[in-house]
C-alpha cells in the first residue's frame, strides 16, 4: 500500500482485505479519480490525430494538463502584472485563470493509480514521466511566485520544539490534542522523537 502524502491521518472504518463479499460504496477519492480517468480517455477520443491509451506519452499527459488551464479558477499573474506577487491585490487585473498547482498535483496522482488498475505497466505510465513530474515542479514555483503564496502553507513541522504552556488554562486544555498527557510542567524539556 502506498501511503497518501497529504492524507488526513483518519484511521480508514473499512480495512481492505483481499475477499469481502460486499464491496465499500466508493471514496471520494475513488470516485474522483474514475471521474479524472474517463475526462482523460475523453479527451484521447477527440485528439487530433487520434491517440489510444498505449501511444499515449508524457508530453502527451502535459498537453492534457494545459488544455485543462481553461477551465481553470486560479488566478496566476503575468510577470508584467502590476499585482505580480503579491498575494492579496487590491483591484483585479486581466490575467488568466489557470488550474491551481494542487489541483493538477493532485489529478496526476490519481491518473498515475488510475492508469495502473486500468491494466496499464508501471513502467510505461505516461502519468509518472519525467517530463510530467518536471513539467509540476515548474508550474509550482512560477505559480508561488505569481501569487506571492508559498505552497508550504500548510502546518509544516518545525523543530519538535515543547513550547512552554504561555496560554489560558482554558485555551490550552482546549487545543491539547497529542502530547500534553502527563507533562510534568519542570520535567527536562520533554522531547518527542518527531522527524
Ligand atoms: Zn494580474
Redesign the pocket.
Known amino acids: 500500500m502506498e501511503p497518501v502524502a497529504s492524507g488526513s491521518p483518519k484511521p480508514d472504518p473499512t480495512p481492505s482485505s483481499p475477499s469481502t463479499s460486499a464491496p465499500p460504496p466508493p471514496s471520494r477519492y475513488e470516485s474522483q479519480k474514475r471521474r479524472d480517468w474517463n475526462t482523460f480517455l475523453q479527451y484521447l477520443r477527440n485528439h487530433k490525430p487520434p491517440l489510444t491509451l498505449a501511444r499515449c506519452s508524457g508530453a502527451h499527459v502535459l498537453e492534457f494538463l494545459k488544455y485543462l488551464d481553461q477551465f481553470g479558477k486560479t488566478?496566476?499573474?503575468?510577470s508584467t502584472?502590476?499585482?505580480?506577487g503579491h498575494p492579496d491585490?487590491p483591484s483585479s487585473?486581466?490575467?488568466p485563470h489557470v488550474q491551481a498547482w494542487g489541483s493538477l498535483d493532485a489529478l496526476i496522482g490519481r491518473l498515475r493509480a488510475a492508469y495502473e488498475e486500468n491494466g496499464g505497466r508501471p513502467d510505461s505510465n505516461p502519468f509518472a514521466a519525467r517530463a510530467v513530474r518536471i513539467y509540476l515542479r515548474e508550474v509550482k514555483e512560477s505559480q508561488a511566485k505569481a501569487r506571492g503564496i508559498p505552497h508550504e502553507k500548510k502546518k509544516r513541522k518545525r523543530k519538535p520544539t515543547v513550547t512552554t504552556v504561555r496560554l489560558d488554562v482554558d485555551l490550552a486544555s482546549g487545543i491539547a490534542g497529542e502530547g500534553s498527557n502527563g507533562v510534568s510542567p519542570s520535567a527536562s524539556g520533554a522531547k518527542l522523537p518527531l522527524g
Do not use: E
Not at 488566478?75 to 503575468?78: A, C, I, P, S, Y
Not at 502584472?81 to 505580480?84: A, H, L, V
Open positions: 488566478k496566476v499573474h503575468v502584472c502590476p499585482f505580480f491585490p487585473c486581466a490575467c
